[in-house]
């Protein structure tokens, strides 16, 4: 079973940047697609950004496109979310996950394994 970590998120003013990352363990993430979504106070789970197996598919939500880049690292087994030009409205607490069907989703029920989530908060 996969285990999936993300690293602290924090306070970051509007206009910032923060990257996120993903450790993964009890299994390799060579062969899993990677998502990230993200949850804000008062509203549904959303999907943010996914990556395939090989990384050469990679789905951005309309409201992060341009600003959010999802990369991943097999040999270290982790995956990285790096947000530019951050927004109030990205407030939320950020949450990796990995799916093992054969085709990258932005599905969350398409999703086998999540992490414990991370508060990212932008001040304006």
């Known amino acids: 079973q996969v285990q999936l970590v993300e690293s602290e998120g924090g306070l970051v003013q509007a206009g910032g940047s923060l990257r996120l990352s993903c450790a993964a363990s009890g299994g390799r993430i060579n062969f899993i697609n990677m998502g990230w979504f993200r949850q804000a106070p008062g509203k549904e789970r959303e999907f943010v950004a996914a990556i395939s197996r090989g990384g050469s598919r990679v789905p951005y939500a309309d409201s992060v496109k341009g600003r959010f880049t999802i990369s991943r690292d097999n040999a270290k087994n982790t995956v990285y979310l790096q947000m530019n030009s951050l927004k109030p409205e990205d407030t939320a607490v950020y949450y990796c996950?990995?799916?093992?069907?054969?085709?990258?989703?932005?599905?969350?029920?398409?999703?086998?394994?999540w992490g414990q989530g991370t508060q990212v908060t932008v001040s304006s």
């Open positions: 996950a990995a799916d093992r069907t054969n085709t990258v989703s932005t599905h969350q029920y398409e999703y086998n394994y």
